[in-house]
Each structure stands twice: as C-alpha cells, then as structure tokens.
C-alpha cells in the first residue's frame, strides 16, 4: 500500500479495471488506481519538478481492525487484525540514447498481516506478501514543451508458499503524452493510456496528472488520481502538507475452496489513506518524512480464476503511521 513515498520512488500501484469490469462492484477502484499508474508516469518523477526521493527505506504501521461482514463459521469473526508494511528501493543508473532518457529503479514491498489469535488454521487469512517491481521510464522531448513518455512495470507479488507462475507477474504498459506551462514550465500536465495483463486479462484505461510548482518554491502540489500531495516549504529544511492516497495489493493464491464452497485463486486488498506528513532533511541528502493519518474503507476481496468476487470482506477503520528515510537529489 504504497503511499506517499510510493510517488517518490516509483513504486506503482497499478490499479486494474475500467471497461471489462464495469459489471461489478470492483471497478471504481481498480479503474481509479488504473488512472493513477498512468498520472504518475506523466510527473516523471526522475525529473520531478517537486521531489525526486531516488533511494530509500520505509515502514508504515497500522493500528488493529476488526474484520466484517464475515461468515459465522469464520475464524477471522471477532479476531484483531493488523497491517505493518516494509519498503525500500533503489535507483539504477540512467541511460541517454540520442535525446532518449531512460530512467528505472527497483522496489521491494513487504506486507506483513498480523491476527489477534494467531494458532487457529484458516485459509482466508493473508499473512506475508512480497511484491518486487521494477519502474522502466523512456522520455523523448518532441519540442521544448512536449515530451513523450513510456514506461513497462514489470510487478511480482506472491505469498512464496507455491511455485511460480505467470499468475505471480503483473505487466504494465503506458503511452502518452505530456506539456509543460508557464515561463517557467512550473505547471506539468499529462495525458494518455495504460495497458495492463494480469490473470489471463488486458485491460485498458485513460489517466491525467498536474504537477505544479509555485514561482517563490514555497507550495508544491501534484494530483494524480487518485493521489494528492501539497507540500508548503516552511524553511528550506522543513515541508510540511497533506497526503492522500488509494493503495491497494493483488496476488495469486494457492487454490481452495472459501467458505461458500468456491474456488478461490487470488485476493486484493485495498485502503484510502489520508493525513498529515512532515519533510525533515537531516544532513546533505537525506531526509527524514513522517506521515499520519487514517485507512479507510478497507477491503479485502477474494476471486475466483473468472476474476468474479467469491467473498468480499470490509474492515474497520485503521490509524496509520509512516515513517521513511530516503536520499533526494534535485529541487528541495
């Protein structure tokens, strides 16, 4: 559940359905975080007006949950939940092929899922995913204004309790364009399409972003839906704003049957944070951010290998804090 830190470093949530998964409940939030992998391509962060965190470490805790809307027979039912997430990446060095930039790094997530009773055996019960993703970004000017941008996100997330398949690769691919405004191209827009395959499908969406940069560098802002960061700069130092996100993880399972009795093949899980962060830098590049706020409306939805919902289960409210320390190169 990349938030925040997930912008600086390029660790995309790529979110999924937009046109084939209109029929069910699902599709605002997959379509939403579709919308947002391409935004955040078009900030272009490895040139980043605002911020370019290019290296990195971060934790962010939840407070416990209880899970709802669960069957009687469940042993989830009246059990504690908690959610505490592990980041890092890495930045690889950039290429220049004729006026071609290509730009990549390399992220590692761990999603760590705790329980209050952690002796009783229940298939539904997540416990540790890890997801490695590579973010390769290709810029070419065609003027002084416009530029056009592609990015593959090869993403693996799998629970390591089975074999590999090519239902543990997530692949991502994005075309579009973008412009830069004002005399001091301090305003960014972009636009384009995103394609992505995952579990035997390849889905299509649109995405548009704004990044902006104030002329005295005193307010940073950068909306890609659905994310939104502000930034104010109190000192050159010291930034302090509000944060907002949808993060959410999709992995393959080792097959079984839920308690319906179907089939279930893999999960996603997905929250909307939001609050306050502080930048703090300590010493020459590095950085020090905190982050605190809520997770809200969080799910966690089980399917089938038709990518049809077999449960869907809601959670309750969870208090959240980040913490990262990350080496920033470019504008403070």
Known sequence: MKTLIAIRNLGIRTDLQFTSYCKNRMTPRWSYLGIFILTLLFSNKSNSQIIQDVGGIATTVHGKANFKDLPSESSLSGNKFQLKTYDAWLPIPPLKIGRTSVFSNLNYRLMDFNYGNETIEDPNRIERIHEIKSV?????????????LGIAMPTLATDFKKSLSLDDLILDGILGVSKKFGAESNLEIGFGVHALHSFGETLITPGISIDYRSPNNKWLAQFYWPRLNVLYSVSANTQVGLAGSIDWTRFNLKN?????????????????????QVHQRLIGRIWLQVQGGMGLLNRYELFDINQKT???FSISNMAYGKAALSYRIGRR
């Open 310 to 312: 077999v449960n869907d």
């Open 136 to 148: 390769i970004i290709i810029r070419h000017p065609i003027s002084g204004k416009w530029s056009i």
């Open 256 to 276: 079984y049957r839920g308690y319906s009795g179907k089939e279930v093949d893999y999960a996603q899980f997905s929250t909307i944070h939001g609050g306050l």
